[in-house]
């Protein structure tokens, strides 16, 4: 990984306000939209912007992401502990309503990418953001889900646009930082619980994730569960499961999803600790 240059921007009220992030609910992945221009041009840019003046009759902006990250260089320019104006909005989708808060600034970390002059995000960009996301998934115990888009968590906007364009490159940078983290994670197994009392559910991890057998949890709970053998598709109470995989014939779906369609929140401390659901 390439060394960190600590680099932060002056405290002012249009790109760091010096306000304490009230927790850390996840990690935000944008592109600079500015072709060619290196990772110190950005630092430099959210630094400038406190020369604005709220009395002239210009717009002022707010705009501040803690890292910048190039080819060549990753710098930090806001504390993580602190709140950036990376992904202010007049709305949000309601994944990041639900999982993160009314005003995401207040509990999230901005990465931007550089671009190159064709609008590209270098493979080497690619690489040295994936190094940091894996970084700072590991010093805030956080897990991949807790990665996301700028579009994501505000649904409009088309960024980072390379990805909007593929999304197949999000899925590989959440793979890729999943390696880094954990390079030698296994699909461990995990005992599930349900409102404090153990259960026979098996619970295992896939790709940092806890999840749990379909069927056993459905009979169990008493719920409704269909699964269409044309499509392979399995509901739920009538909700399709997007998370739903087979592994070794038995139906799995991701613990979260399963929470959240039935109102119940999840207890998981990470790797191959107890599946918990309250």
Known sequence: MLPITESFIEVNQFS??????????????????????????????????????????????????????????????????????????????????????????????????????????????FQNAADLAAKLMISHQMQPHQIWTHKGVVGWKDCPLPWVQNPAEFE?????????AFPKENEPLCEVWVKGKATNVPGKVFAGEPYVAVKAMVYLLKTQFKFDDQTKEAFINNVKLKTFRIDQNTGFVQARELGHILGMNLNWAGRATDIEFV
């Open 172 to 180: 590989r940078f959440k793979k890729t930082v999943l390696s880094k």
């Open 16 to 125: 760091r306000n010096g306000q304490q992030l009230k927790s850390t609910k996840a990690i935000v992945l944008h592109y600079t939209a500015s072709p060619g221009a290196p990772a110190i041009n950005i630092r430099n840019y959210f630094n400038n912007l406190r020369m604005q003046n709220l009395q002239d009759q210009s717009v002022d902006r707010y705009a501040g992401a803690h890292y910048s990250v190039d080819r060549t260089t990753i710098i930090h320019q806001i504390p993580d502990t602190e709140v950036g104006y990376h992904v202010g909005s007049k709305t949000y989708t309601a994944e990041a309503l639900s999982m993160l808060s009314k005003y995401p600034n207040d509990c999230t970390i901005g990465i931007e990418m550089c671009i190159e002059k064709d609008g590209v995000i270098h493979e080497d960009t």
